[in-house]
Structures are given as structure tokens and as C-alpha cells.
């Protein structure tokens, strides 16, 4: 017989929430909001927050435990609103803090938690204490509160050191002093408009505990730390002695990122946490060089989860994903963190994209490649990433099954990396289209007014509303996927999985009486059933006691 779905999507009134359960972060999935692209509610084209407000009823029918939303916060956005002008104030284009407290408190009576974004590296140089330093010279304690130096050369005309900034070009940027004279030099490892803030003083850090209680106090269940392997440089902020110091990322240690002293910061912030009920939890944005430093940012008494980068890079290959998915369970165990998975973000090339073009491309394309391969590939991983133990992050629109938009104009591109030279690819425009929600309208339901990054042609066919109650969609198997994890017990939490036998190119793990099996290569094997097939990602054909499972397929199975 043929099964796909063999589980009716759980109703709405069935739908559990994460309301009163002990350690929700644990197991949590995870939905990452990001808010200018997500729904607009006033037709200005820009996503907002009370869009995000009246589509919360979707999220909860969708399964997910919590929303992470991207920065919000008032911002002249030279990146994207990681550029923090005011960490206690939401910028007019998403709306006002009454807006966010509408939607902390609709997402509490949804039964969703809300986790907001947290961006303690750097700010704005239009934060008020960057425009003290500046207006202030040199030797203010204002200047005390960032990175600012001297530079080298006869008339300081040189960079203070050789570090590079992560959007392309030197870390440095030298300014004009109130008197008009070139000056001293700030750091900043992202654009000039984000110099790094000096967490050596202690005004930083008050600072910070004080924007954690805001936030805490209006209701959030969490913060997700941006770049949270920075704040702290190494003394004396050394030379790295190379060029190209963006291919070094992710392989060493630099002087700028990783450094042990971040972790005496997040104790002292999860002292904070604690003091307040309801299990508000953190998320590091670490970039480690390996999953086992990785492990030192959620500690006991440090944060609660670390994103897996290494997994998100991981190739759809059965070898390399056993090796990572082992290597991080091996990790975290140790520590008593849960895992985390995470296939797309806000950052990288959409892994229906990703998987549709060769492996070795790196995490941001600008080729379609073959795209019924990459989403036929992509919804066998998110099966995969949810059969695993521990917490999944799902980036808004992967449940559509929405490849990247790879060739948006050169004249639309707002990335900011885009406009830097030799800094990253600059392309992450193509996973911030605004999301389609309608076959038709201006812009597919996203608002009224069109939508800040032009949506392509049959945008619509991917919709909300076209996948909706249509069989084998890629927007019910999510439902469904999210319905079945939650209603079973060997799924979710925990640390461990039992290897099983399987074909080459396959992966085949046991928790408890659920089995899950991926095929991850281009051809139909055939494999032993291990008991009712719960849910597949592609057409499963069973008989006398085995399964014929196609390409680039995943199945659950229960012998419950």
C-alpha cells in the first residue's frame, strides 16, 4: 500500500500549548519572526508588529511552541535594525511599545512564548553614548564605553590594528574630531554605523542588565543573543597577523570573538533570569569554531540553548549528517543543554535553495538550481531535524516550501553586506521577501501597499492559502509533522539516539518505539517497516514487511 500522510492534522481545540510545562526550551520548535517581512498591517509595505499580532492565531494552528522575533527595536537600520539606537523603544516603522505588548500578551493567551532579540555587541552610532564619544574628543569617559584607539603612522593615518570588519574592509573607522581634525579610531567588526561596545566598563554592563529587566518586566519568555561569542576582545586587542579573515571564521579562536571572559557576562545575566517565573530562557548566536566550545555558552549556569551552526552547514548527505548530529549530542550531554537544529534563518540561502544546487556552494547562493530536487530534499530534512532530540527552529516561510529569491535586481538589494566590497555575499535579500499568505493581491495577502522587496511571479501558488488543507502540501506536512511530535512521547527532548542498520546513503535511528529513516541519496531503497508509518515526506510503499522508500525521502514510523 502507499502511504504519505497517515495522520489527520491535529484541530485547532487539540492543538496543546507550552503554558506551565516544566522545561518547554527543552523540546520547544521554535518559529523565527522576522518582522518587516512577515505580515503588514498599515499597507506601508513594511511588515510591522501588529501584522505580526493578527497572524499569531496561524502560528499557533501551525504547531510551533514559541516566536523569536527579529530586532523591532528604534534603529536607523544600516542593518537591518541590528543596529540599536534605543534597546527600550520599537522603531515607528514596526510600531510602539503598546504594539508589543499586545503581542506578548496575545501570544501568553495563544499559549506561545515570545523571544526577543538581544544586541549586546554593538549599537548604533546613533546611540546616545556613541554621539557623547564623539561629541565629547578623545580622553572622555564616553569614549571609555566603546572601542576607541589612536591609529599607526606618523599621523595615526593607519587602522589601530589589522583586524577586519565581517561586512568587508578594516574593523576600523577613523573619526573627525569637534575641532575638525582627522582623530582617533572606533571598532566596529560589522558595518561603521555599529561600533563595538567595550564590555571592560562597567556601565556597559549595567546597561545591559537594566535592558534585560525592561523586557523581562513587559513580559518576555526569552532573549536570543546576537553574535554572543563577541563582546569581549582579547587584552590589548593584538594583530591576527592575516588577510581573508573571514575564511578563518568558524576554524580558530580569533581576539574578537570566543573569548572566555563572555561567560562571566551571561552568568551574571542568567542570575537575572532566574529571578523571574515562567522559565524565560537564552539563545546564543555562537559561532565557535566547533561544537564543543560551542557546549561552554549553555553551562548550568550560563545560557539555555546554542544554535548549531554546524549543523545548519551540513551537507544533505547521510555520512556527514550522522557525524555532526553525533558530534553535538556528544557535546551538550556532557553540559546538560539540549541540542538545538536549525535548517534556515534570516542570514543564509533557504535550504530548499541550498539543497537544490551541488554541495560545497557554502550557505549563500545565488543559483536556483534544481528546485523540485531542493524541496523534495528540504522537507526530508525538516522531518529528519524534528525526529532529533532536543529543540528545532523553524525560519518563517520554510513551511511553504519558499526557495530563495535568487534573482532579485541589483537595484532592489537592501543587505547592507551587498554594498561592502570583500565582505560577505551580500545576498540574504533572497530569504527576506516578504512571505505570500493569498493567491492574489498587491502582494499575495503580505499588505496592502506592495512589499519592501518585490515578491516573484507565482508567489501566490506557494501561499498560506493555496497549501492549506491540500494533501501532500508542504505547508501540512509541517502541521502535521509539528502535531505528531507533539503527541509523541519518545519524540522531543532528550539526549541519545540508537543507530540502526541501514543501506548506504541512509540514515536510520530508534528512540524508544519511533523509528526515523532518511534516504539521502537519488534512489529508492528498500528498508525494513518498523511498525505504522506515522508520516513521510514523500509516497512510502510497504510490502510483506519492508518499505520502498524513494529519494531524498524521510519516514516515521511507531510500533506503538
Known sequence: MSQQHSAA???TSAVATVAGRHDWWRDAVIYQVYPRSFADSNGDGMGDLEGVRT???????LGVDAVWLSPFYASPQADAGYDVADYRAVDPMFGTLLDADALIRDAHALGLRIIVDLVPNHSSDQYEWFRRALAEGPGSPARDRYHFRPGKGKNGELPPNDWESIFGGPAWTRVTEPDGTPGEWYL?????????FNWEHPAVGDEFRSILRFWLDMGVDGFRIDVAHGLVKA?????LGSHEQLKLLGNDVMPFFDQ???HEIYRQWRRILDEYSGERIFVAEAWTPTVERTAHYVRPDELHQAFNFQYLGTHWDAEELRAVIDRTLDAMRPV???ATWVLSNH??????????N???LGTQIRLAGDRALGLRRARAATLLMLALPGSAYVYQGEELGLPDVVDLPDEVRQDPAYFRGAGQDGFRDGCRVPIPWTREGSSYGFGDGGSWLPQPAGWGELSVEAQTGAPGSTLELYREALAVRRATADLGAGDTVEWLRAPEGVLAFRRGDFVCVANTTGESVVVPAHGRVLLASGEVTETAGEAKVPADTTVWWTRA
Open 9 to 11: 492534522p491535529a484541530p
Open 55 to 61: 497572524r499569531l492565531p496561524y502560528l499557533r494552528d
Open 188 to 196: 566596529h567588526l560589522f558595518a561603521p554605523e555599529q561600533p563595538d
Open 235 to 239: 587584552e590589548g586587542l593584538p594583530d
Open 260 to 262: 572566555d571572559g563572555v
Open 336 to 338: 546538560g543543554a539540549p
Open 347 to 356: 542570514d543564509v540561502t533557504r535550504h530548499s535553495t541550498r539543497f537544490a
Open 358 to 360: 551541488p554541495a560545497g
